[in-house]
């Protein structure tokens, strides 16, 4: 087993953009805890099923990016305390405070009343491109669809969908916009700081015009009981609008070339609708939107798989490798939409679960069976070796473009 830092040029190449599985399947059986070295920050990534889930709920693997050893320098640069210093990048019991204030908010129940809305969006975007014959995915469905629905619970008005959306489609493409490294750079510090003044001065106006919901509901945790700072209400916020649309939009993008080039697993689906829930966690375990979880650092020397990881070093659970290991799932590159409902953990894993996870399996059950129903002839417009993704190195799985006809 190699201890040699494998050069990020060399693992994340063209071919592993178009498809990672191959490459996730070697480094399994190779080098499963394989040091990756990069230009942004070195780091240890974890690809068997078992350690993963094990690194999940590792003590010893912290999610305190902004303790004093100060980690975020290395992941996301100075000044990023604004949007990201957040639950995702802290560990209990901080953790715990910040998560217990929203997760009410996300309970089942609450997400259930939402369906109906969630179905008037899904048709609306259908409704614009139904009689056209073709269309670009991403951009007329996936990514409105759940951007327009995390908004809508936010309270971010209407008007605002726009620049909104422009700013985190910036920080998603990054890596893979074409545009030269430093350009690049520059526009996502841009979109970020925008980003940040936007959420900062919308919390200021809805403290002077409160309404019915959850920036509000997170202001009066802030105000009433003193429970949330106003940085974290900010940076919770920002939380929420980034992780609620993002991930959804490229699983549902995901989902579809899955199933557009899977004509048998479609035809089943399409003439078993009550497939669709199972259908979902299979697609999502075949494809899914979050190659790699959000980055850990070893608070002590740790040993997996006989390599030992240093202290303080950069650990990504690679979630998508995870999902294809043969010895959890039978014949994993397989998609299988009757596959029994495994364990796989597209969702997360331990106290960082989804804490969308309802919400998302909602949008993407309407999404996906509506567009099903309504789009009976759907196919992609162009070869899916053609298709247009975000880079290997990108933190998401997911499209720059689907262009479809139907
Ligand atoms: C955390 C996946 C949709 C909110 C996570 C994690 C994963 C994940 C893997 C854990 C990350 C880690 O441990 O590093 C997904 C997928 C989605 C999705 C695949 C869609 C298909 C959503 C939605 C929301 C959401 C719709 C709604 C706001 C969150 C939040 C966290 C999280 C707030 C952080 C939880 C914590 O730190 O305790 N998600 N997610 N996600 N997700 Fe999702």
């Not at 059986?29 to 942004?40: F, G, L, N, Y």
């Not at 999902?323 to 596959?339: I, S």
Request: hydrophobic share 40%; glycine share 6%; with cysteine.
């Amino acid at each position: 087993m190699t201890e040699r830092p494998v050069p990020a040029s060399e693992l994340y190449t063209d071919e592993m953009t178009a498809d990672p599985y191959p490459t996730f399947a070697h480094l399994r059986e190779t080098a499963p805890v394989c040091p990756v070295s990069s230009p942004r920050y070195d780091s240890y990534l974890i690809t068997r099923y078992d350690d993963a889930k094990t690194a999940l709920t590792d003590p010893r693997l912290s999610k305190d990016l902004y303790g004093p050893d100060k980690h975020y320098l290395r992941i996301f640069g100075p000044n990023s305390e604004g949007l990201n210093k957040n639950m995702l990048n802290s560990d209990p019991p901080e953790h715990t405070r910040l998560r217990r204030m929203i997760s009410q908010a996300f309970a089942p129940r609450r997400i259930e009343a939402l369906r109906p809305r969630v179905g008037e969006i899904v048709d609306s975007l259908l409704d614009k491109v139904v009689h056209q014959g073709e269309a670009e995915l991403m951009h007329d469905f996936a990514i409105p669809l759940p951007m327009t629905v995390i908004c809508e619970l936010l309270g971010i008005p209407e008007s605002d969908h726009e620049r909104v959306l422009d700013w985190t489609q910036v920080i998603r493409t990054s890596g893979s916009s074409g545009r030269a490294p430093e350009e690049d750079k520059a526009a996502v510090q841009d979109a970020q700081l925008h980003l940040h003044h936007y959420l900062s001065d919308l919390v200021q106006a809805k403290r002077e015009a409160p309404a019915d919901d959850m920036i509000c509901a997170l202001i009066d945790a802030c105000d009433q009981e003193g429970k949330l700072s106003e940085r974290e209400l900010v940076t919770t916020t920002f939380l929420l609008l980034f992780a609620g649309h993002q991930t959804t939009a490229d699983f549902i993008g995901n989902a579809t070339v899955a199933l557009l080039t899977h004509p048998e697993q479609l035809g089943m689906l399409r003439s078993t609708p009550e497939l669709l829930p199972q259908a979902i966690e299979e697609l999502l375990r075949f494809d899914g939107p979050l190659p790699v979880a959000s980055p850990r650092i070893a608070t002590e020397d740790v040993v997996y798989d006989g390599v030992r990881i240093p202290r303080g070093s950069i650990v990504g659970v690679v979630i998508n490798s995870a999902n294809h290991d043969p010895a959890q799932f039978a014949d994993p590159d397989r998609l299988d939409l009757c596959r029994e409902r495994g364990p796989h953990i597209g969702f997360g894993h331990g106290v960082h679960y989804c804490l969308g996870v309802s919400l998302a399996r909602m949008e993407a059950r309407i999404g996906i069976g509506t567009m099903l129903r309504r789009l009976p002839n759907l196919r992609l417009a162009v070869p899916p070796g053609e298709l247009r993704r975000l880079a290997a190195a990108s933190p998401f799985r997911g499209l720059l473009e689907l262009p479809v006809e139907f």
